[in-house]
């Protein structure tokens, strides 16, 4: 896969860069740099992708009420001092897990979304939290989230 076929893909799903990015754990400018060909499409990206666009999760996430910003992301990220929800490890990539599941009718929103590294998301999957978050962490979120608007 080039750049342009991943565009041509992206938009024949009806997706933009942002989302593409939000949906798979990498950041926007990213995904601009392997659309105008100046980075190499990884073997593991062009999986990700095509198992994205082949499963539901590209459909539940289209139906899911709300939206994260980018800025409320980063203010979860720093929340969570970069680190795992789950594990507690720090990652370079970290993705949004939503702690009610999409699945289960969760908003995708502040409230509702914690970083989370591959593993732990995908051991979660759409089941409920895998232990107890920490209420402190997310009303504090919540609060920066508010106070930011």
């Not at 659309?35 to 539940?60: H, M, P, S, V, Y």
């Amino acid at each position: 896969m080039n750049g342009k076929e991943l565009q041509e893909l992206r938009k024949k799903y009806g997706l933009t860069q942002k989302e593409i990015a939000q949906l798979l754990g990498y950041h926007t400018n990213y995904i601009s740099r392997l659309e105008r060909g100046d980075e190499d499409i990884t073997e593991r990206f062009e999986k990700l992708l095509r198992a994205l666009l082949g499963t539901q999760r590209l459909r539940r996430h289209r139906l899911a009420k709300g939206t994260v910003s980018p800025q409320e992301w980063l203010a979860v990220k720093d929340a969570y001092h970069h680190a795992c929800a789950y594990c507690a490890k720090t990652q370079k990539r970290l993705v949004q897990d939503h702690v009610i599941p999409l699945d289960h009718e969760g908003p995708h929103a502040v409230h509702n979304v914690v970083p989370a590294c591959r593993s732990c998301n995908s051991k979660k999957g759409n089941r409920d939290t895998m232990k107890p978050m920490q209420p402190f962490e997310i009303e504090r979120i919540i609060n920066k989230s508010k106070n930011n608007r």
